[in-house]
């Protein structure tokens, strides 16, 4: 597996926050069986690489919570959570430096996720008109690179879980945008296929096969 290392960053600074805004606005392709939706880890891959400091004990808060509301809400009853609620185990007190920030996820409407069976579930937002791009900056000892995202009116598709393990994957023409500027000039655009978030990392597919992807460690930062 080949990594492109970015750095390693905080939930004080700014990257972490572009990462969880991935999880609040992911939304899912319909899953139809008891099975991964996102394409296992390659050897071959390339990958952006950085690591979130501070931030598992709170992804995994927030996986056992979705597990409790996916396990236990009525079936024919969505449960919702703001984008808010889905930043916050990444973002950390990056909300109180990036007032903005906070305010832009604040605005969005809420997800709406709905159970199929014990482990899929299908889930829907519709973002309308306002605020539907965002943008952060990582530092690092070559310079500064900016990742930005923009979201479509409306994101929907199917999850896949585990007790330990979210996965989601989008419906073409509904992914999320993204553009990485890197520190030396270089540009990489495209759209978020899939994600894998479990309590150790969180794995960003893109939906270009050849092109790199990205991967947030929660483990051995230093």
Same mark, same amino acid.
């Given at each position: 597996?080949?990594?492109? &290392?970015? !750095? ?11 990462? @969880? ?14 099975? /991964?939706?996102? /394409? %296992? ?7 952006? @690489? $950085?690591? !979130?400091? *501070? ?8 996986? $056992? ?9 009525? =079936? ?11 930043? =916050?185990?990444? @973002?950390?007190?990056?909300? &109180? ?5 906070? +305010?832009?996820?604040?605005?969005? =409407?809420?997800? *709406?996720?709905? *159970? ?8 829907? @937002? =519709? ?22 995202? +923009?979201? %479509? ?9 585990? %007790? +330990? ?6 419906? +073409?023409?509904? *992914?999320?945008?993204?553009?990485? &500027? ?6 990489? &655009? ?15 597919? $893109?939906?270009? %096969?050849?092109? /790199? ?10």
């Amino acid at each position: 597996m080949g990594r492109i &290392e970015l !750095g390693v960053v905080s939930n004080q600074l700014r990257m972490s926050s572009v990462f @969880a805004v991935i999880v609040t606005v992911c939304s899912l392709t319909p899953a139809v069986a008891q099975q /991964p939706v996102c /394409p %296992p880890p390659s050897p071959s891959q390339l990958y952006y @690489a $950085t690591c !979130g400091l *501070r931030v598992m004990m709170p992804v995994r808060r927030f996986l $056992t919570e979705f597990a409790v509301d996916h396990l236990f809400k009525p =079936a024919s009853l969505p449960f919702e959570r703001s984008p808010l609620d889905l930043v =916050a185990p990444l @973002a950390g007190s990056q909300f &109180e430096a990036d007032g903005d920030l906070s +305010e832009q996820l604040g605005s969005l =409407a809420p997800l *709406r996720f709905t *159970r199929l069976d014990k482990s899929t579930g299908t889930v829907d @937002a =519709a973002f309308g008109e306002g605020t539907r791009s965002f943008s952060a900056a990582l530092e690092v000892p070559e310079g500064q690179h900016r990742l930005s995202f +923009e979201l %479509p009116e409306r994101l929907a598709g199917g999850y896949w879980r585990t %007790p +330990e393990v979210l996965q989601v994957a989008f419906w +073409e023409g509904k *992914r999320i945008a993204f553009v990485l &500027e890197l520190a030396d000039g270089q540009r990489r &655009e495209g759209g978020i296929s899939c994600l894998s978030l479990s309590s150790e990392s969180l794995r960003l597919v $893109t939906s270009d %096969p050849i092109a /790199p992807d990205f991967l947030l460690n929660f483990r051995e930062c230093r």
